[in-house]
């Protein structure tokens, strides 16, 4: 008789009956042994400018293939992206497309780069992988947003492959990750931490929910944190809320918090702080040095870009990203 | 009737077209299911 078989991925760590699915949907037990429900089948699948997952530091103004299936290891509350991130497979479209054609469709579509997004990578890792590998064979970048919810084994074998990562920090207290998220706020961190050390570019996400995560002295232990621990130099991206999912009745974020989140990141060190989903000058790089307008945006486009050979083109100095 | 080899390449080229077109209109029937590569069997 079959039995129970734990799930190792993300430290959420499902036991599984016979036939049991695990929270994420994407994962089951059948006659003992594990199997991934959503490998080749992508639910969302798009060309989408490399500024749009965000990423800010990386390869700027060239396109990312962006692919995605069903499932989440978490159930945040405010998720953009419920109607695929909470679903099981077979509650949405999906299409057939193994490994290799991701690769072929991305050298189609001149992308320099693969993003694993909208849902949760995490859940999606054999295809992920996979793909991965067959990827650096022709030269194409692997990059991945995430929640960083995986467990540090298989997060430091992805990360031989990734070339960069968007995680989001959704909040800095247990509290909001247990009551908003379901989840915890150690293992993300932990995630960080290994994803710097596996010298993968590095960026991080922080969606700013007025009332939940919004309290300036939670901010600014946040970018502490990220300072001390990974570096000054790691983007950190403040993005608008927009109701969704279940916190309809809550407002979008105010501009004025946004901004205020935007200055607690700066006087904590954080050289490259962002405002995203929303217009505002704060969309734009500029140099830690001496202030110089690098790249100039409005929402996804690159205007005009003074990285030069990854140096400001004014000062000199090494503007930390991956240029080329 | 005695086989020739023209029959022989005939049913050669006709099982190849089969092999195809089962390919295509049901090639979920075709797939093996992918193992998770971080599991264990508990006691």
Request: charged fraction near 25%.
């Amino acid at each position: 008789m079959a039995g129970d078989v734990q799930c190792d991925l993300c430290p959420t760590e499902c036991v599984l009956g016979n036939y049991q699915v695990g929270g994420c949907r994407t994962r089951i037990n059948k006659d003992g042994v594990l199997y991934s429900l959503v490998y080749g089948k992508p639910c969302a699948v798009a060309v989408d400018p490399i500024e749009k997952k965000p990423f800010f530091h990386f390869l700027p103004a060239t396109s990312a293939f962006s692919i995605a299936t069903a499932g989440c290891v978490l159930s945040c509350k405010f998720c953009q992206n419920w109607q695929i991130s909470q679903a099981s497979p077979d509650e949405v479209d999906a299409q057939d497309l193994p490994p290799a054609d991701v690769v072929r469709q991305a050298l189609y579509y001149r992308c320099r780069s693969i993003t694993y997004t909208y849902t949760e990578p995490t859940v999606f890792y054999e295809y992920m992988y996979d793909t991965a590998q067959i990827a650096r064979k022709y030269g194409i970048r692997n990059t991945m947003h995430s929640c960083g919810y995986i467990k540090e084994k298989p997060l430091r074998r992805l990360a031989k492959l990734l070339d960069a990562a968007d995680i989001d920090l959704k909040a800095f207290t247990e509290d909001f990750y247990g009551r908003i998220c379901g989840g915890r706020l150690k293992p993300v961190l932990d995630a960080l931490v290994v994803l710097r050390q596996e010298n993968v570019w590095l960026e991080i996400t922080n969606l700013v929910v007025p009332g939940l995560n919004d309290d300036p002295k939670q901010i600014g232990e946040m970018c502490r944190w990220i300072v001390k621990e990974l570096g000054p130099d790691v983007p950190v991206h403040f993005s608008r809320f927009h109701p969704q999912y279940k916190l309809k009745d809550l407002p979008p974020t105010p501009l004025a918090t946004l901004k205020e989140a935007h200055q607690i990141a700066r006087d904590a060190g954080i050289r490259y702080p962002y405002l995203g989903n929303i217009r505002s000058e704060a969309e734009s790089t500029f140099c830690h040095k001496c202030r110089l307008l690098l790249i100039e945006r409005i929402g996804y486009f690159v205007k005009q870009n003074n990285i030069v050979k990854g140096k400001c083109r004014s000062c000199g100095v090494a503007i930390p990203g991956v240029w080329s | 009737m005695k086989m020739q080899r023209r029959d022989f390449l005939g049913f050669f080229l006709l099982g190849g077209l089969l092999s195809l077109l089962i390919r295509k209109l049901w090639p979920k029937g075709l797939q093996q299911p992918k193992e998770a590569m971080f599991w264990r069997r508990k006691a």
